[in-house]
């Protein structure tokens, strides 16, 4: 236990440069939460009645930050401020997890059994991400400010939004990020030559049927549906050419 404290103490250091010595650190109200809840959750995990339950709502007056006693926490944890932050009964937690203020590790709908979030080794989660169900936060992983999650998220991903959706994958041996929009992508790339190839059909066919007079009347317009499945795809003044802007940054999809 007493190296698990000592971790904690240590995560304050690492990711806190306003933490200068010891004395401030004693001062956190995320330390001081995640003390008592160890003390909560080994009460609970021996089927102590009542006290966990206390001591998890004397925390919260103290702190502002709610955990239950039942969820399973790692060492290194560090909650940055922390005011408003909640974390659920089912919820797990590695090692050396960083949150920050107003996030929400919660559940969705009253269904029993495991109901909230698994959250692995270094993940980190910003201010006032809401990560909902029974889905699991990759190691590594960084969850935008804001964010709404429902979703698993991929190991050593970044995920923003709402809903959150992925938008950089980082390399966990050298650090070099690479956002979605440079990542390759086969599929649209096959479908954008697809386009293009149909629309010079088309442009040589209308020259034949210009050229021997052939009536045009019962041709068919364009489908409605169809055009706006090419713009998702950036084809948008449907002469094939594509708005590559749209296209990477993930318009539609």
């Given at each position: 236990m007493l ?5 904690d103490?240590?995560a304050i250091?690492?990711?806190d ?7 401030e650190?004693l001062?956190?109200p995320?330390l001081?939460?995640?003390?008592l ?6 009460l609970w ?5 009542f006290i966990p339950r206390l ?9 502002g930050?709610?955990?239950h006693?039942g969820?399973v926490?790692?060492?290194g ?7 408003g932050?909640v974390?659920g009964?089912t919820?797990?937690i590695g090692n050396?997890v960083?949150?920050?203020q107003g ?7 009253k269904?029993r059994?495991?109901?909230?979030p698994?959250v ?11 990560v909902?169900?029974a889905?699991?936060i990759g190691?590594?992983?960084?969850i935008g400010?804001?964010?709404?999650v429902v979703?698993?998220v991929p190991?050593h991903t970044?995920?923003v939004?709402?809903p959150a959706r992925?938008v950089?994958?980082r390399d966990?041996?050298t650090?070099?990020?690479?956002r979605?929009?440079y990542l390759?992508?086969p599929?649209g790339?096959?479908?954008r030559s ?7 059909l088309?442009e ?5 049927e ?16 169809a055009?706006?499945c090419?713009s998702?795809?950036?084809?948008t003044?449907g002469?094939?050419a594509v ?7 993930g318009?539609?999809?």
């Amino acid at each position: 236990m007493l190296c698990v404290i000592r971790d904690d103490i240590r995560a304050i250091f690492l990711n806190d440069p306003a933490a200068r010595n010891l004395a401030e650190v004693l001062l956190y109200p995320g330390l001081h939460a995640i003390l008592l809840h160890r003390l909560a959750h080994a009460l609970w995990r021996r089927g102590v009645p009542f006290i966990p339950r206390l001591i998890s709502q004397i925390s919260r007056f103290l702190t502002g930050i709610e955990i239950h006693p039942g969820a399973v926490i790692g060492r290194g944890f560090f909650i940055d401020h922390g005011m408003g932050v909640v974390i659920g009964e089912t919820t797990e937690i590695g090692n050396w997890v960083t949150l920050y203020q107003g996030v929400t590790l919660g559940g969705t709908g009253k269904q029993r059994g495991k109901r909230h979030p698994t959250v692995r080794d270094g993940a980190v989660i910003g201010v006032g991400a809401i990560v909902l169900g029974a889905i699991t936060i990759g190691e590594g992983a960084r969850i935008g400010g804001g964010a709404v999650v429902v979703k698993d998220v991929p190991p050593h991903t970044t995920a923003v939004g709402v809903p959150a959706r992925i938008v950089a994958q980082r390399d966990p041996h050298t650090g070099e990020t690479r956002r979605v929009e440079y990542l390759p992508d086969p599929e649209g790339e096959m479908l954008r030559s697809l386009r293009a190839k149909v629309l010079e059909l088309e442009e040589r066919l209308t020259e034949l049927e210009v050229a021997t007079n052939h009536h045009l009347e019962h041709h068919v317009e364009e489908d409605a549906l169809a055009s706006q499945c090419w713009s998702a795809l950036g084809d948008t003044n449907g002469n094939g050419a594509v708005d590559e802007y749209g296209y990477v940054a993930g318009d539609g999809i």
